[in-house]
């Protein structure tokens, strides 16, 4: 069980105040989480876009987006600075200085140079977006934290527990990197362990397969055994152990027939997935059949917090990945 709220959070950010960027301002979904955010006074929005077609649409949705911070990347006054910036950044990559300018008037790329530059502190985006047009100019910019290779995702999964305090279940990595290796599973376990800490979580770790414990064979069960392996040795004192299959890790019961000397089995809350197939899978089944709120992707790995809405979200999902958003930027974390 672990104390997860988002009044926590809020907490945090009223302490340490914060502005996010928001990449597309014209839509309904990102004008109503940036009316509740302004209407509460703990996260600045900054919403991308032009001034008029924002408050238009705004007007029309009957929003009150007064005192956000609106920038066009074709009135933004230092462009030229951005730009300069930018190509310092691609050197090499970028062919003209016509090119980086280009990519520059795109919500996607313009809102995540202001994170670079430091006039935000975090950026959401995806509401129209893909993941890849939201993660690409992240890692081109943003780039991955130093000793980390890649960026990858997790899931927080939160249900009332009937003791009174959540269920809050970390899954990663369930929507960037399709087929990681036993390297960057290592990775993902460790930026999850970290996010899971996070949310209150006490990481006890799952290296998933549909082997427990050599019960199966083939490369994708040594795949995870030989990742749970080095995550335990990098990380002494977290409880991970794989592989082993989901209902060895979860049901006390089976844990005792299939896995019983395990540390792990059977109190798992932090599930490390072996692809992005199983983790998406994973996580949507805990969400729809299991009556999880499901809160993510978050993404890990990153010099400063870029995440990823999916394009089905809800106003209110915009709200809560914000304040979780800009959460990873202030002092406390």
Same mark, same amino acid.
């Given at each position: 069980?672990?104390?997860?709220?988002?009044?926590?959070?809020?907490?945090?950010?009223?302490?340490?105040?914060?502005?996010?960027?928001?990449?597309?301002?014209?839509?309904?979904?990102?004008?109503?989480?940036?009316?509740?955010?302004?209407?509460?006074?703990?996260?600045?929005?900054?919403?991308?876009?032009?001034?008029?077609?924002?408050?238009?649409?705004?007007?029309?949705?009957?929003?009150?987006?007064?005192?956000?911070?609106?920038?066009?990347?074709?009135?933004?006054?230092?462009?030229?600075?951005?730009?300069?910036?930018?190509?310092?950044?691609?050197?090499?990559?970028?062919?003209?200085?016509?090119?980086?300018?280009?990519?520059?008037?795109?919500?996607?790329?313009?809102?995540?140079? !202001?994170?670079?530059?430091?006039?935000?502190?975090?950026? !959401?985006?995806?509401?129209?977006?893909?993941?890849?047009?939201?993660?690409?100019?992240?890692?081109? !910019?943003?780039?991955?934290?130093?000793?980390?290779?890649?960026?990858?995702?997790?899931?927080?999964?939160?249900?009332?527990?009937?003791?009174?305090?959540?269920?809050?279940?970390?899954?990663?990595?369930?929507?960037?990197?399709?087929?990681?290796?036993?390297?960057?599973?290592?990775?993902?376990?460790?930026?999850?362990?970290?996010?899971?800490?996070?949310?209150?979580?006490?990481?006890?770790?799952?290296?998933?397969?549909?082997?427990?414990?050599?019960?199966?064979?083939?490369?994708?069960?040594?795949?995870?055994?030989?990742?749970?392996?080095?995550?335990?040795?990098?990380?002494? !004192?977290?409880?991970?152990?794989?592989?082993?299959?989901?209902?060895?890790?979860?049901?006390?019961?089976?844990?005792?027939?299939?896995?019983?000397?395990?540390?792990?089995?059977?109190?798992?809350?932090?599930?490390?997935?072996?692809?992005?197939?199983?983790?998406?899978?994973?996580?949507?089944?805990?969400?729809?059949?299991?009556?999880?709120?499901?809160?993510?992707?978050?993404?890990?790995?990153?010099?400063?917090?870029?995440?990823?809405?999916?394009?089905?979200?809800?106003?209110?999902?915009?709200?809560?990945?914000?304040?979780?958003?800009?959460?990873?930027?202030?002092?406390?974390?």
């Amino acid at each position: 069980m672990a104390k997860f709220g988002f009044g926590q959070m809020i907490d945090r950010l009223k302490k340490d105040h914060k502005t996010i960027v928001f990449t597309e301002g014209t839509d309904a979904r990102i004008l109503e989480a940036s009316s509740r955010l302004l209407a509460s006074n703990f996260l600045k929005p900054i919403l991308i876009g032009d001034e008029d077609e924002i408050y238009d649409c705004a007007e029309e949705s009957g929003f009150n987006i007064r005192g956000a911070n609106i920038i066009s990347p074709y009135k933004f006054d230092d462009f030229d600075k951005m730009v300069d910036e930018f190509m310092e950044i691609r050197k090499g990559k970028v062919a003209s200085r016509e090119d980086a300018e280009k990519l520059l008037r795109q919500n996607n790329y313009f809102g995540t140079m !202001l994170v670079k530059m430091g006039y935000a502190d975090c950026l !959401l985006g995806g509401a129209t977006y893909s993941t890849a047009d939201t993660v690409r100019p992240a890692l081109q !910019l943003i780039k991955t934290k130093p000793g980390n290779t890649i960026v990858s995702s997790c899931f927080i999964l939160v249900r009332p527990g009937a003791t009174g305090e959540n269920v809050v279940l970390a899954m990663g990595d369930c929507g960037i990197n399709i087929n990681p290796n036993e390297d960057e599973l290592v990775e993902i376990a460790e930026e999850t362990i970290n996010c899971a800490k996070i949310f209150g979580v006490d990481p006890c770790v799952a290296f998933l397969s549909y082997s427990t414990n050599g019960s199966g064979a083939g490369p994708d069960v040594d795949k995870m055994r030989n990742a749970a392996n080095k995550a335990k040795a990098r990380n002494p !004192l977290v409880p991970i152990d794989g592989e082993m299959q989901f209902d060895a890790a979860v049901s006390p019961s089976v844990a005792k027939k299939k896995h019983p000397n395990s540390p792990v089995a059977g109190h798992a809350n932090t599930f490390i997935f072996p692809d992005i197939n199983a983790g998406n899978i994973g996580y949507k089944i805990a969400q729809r059949m299991g009556n999880f709120e499901a809160y993510g992707p978050i993404l890990l790995g990153l010099n400063s917090p870029i995440n990823d809405l999916s394009r089905g979200c809800t106003a209110t999902e915009v709200y809560s990945m914000a304040i979780i958003t800009a959460a990873f930027a202030t002092k406390e974390l």
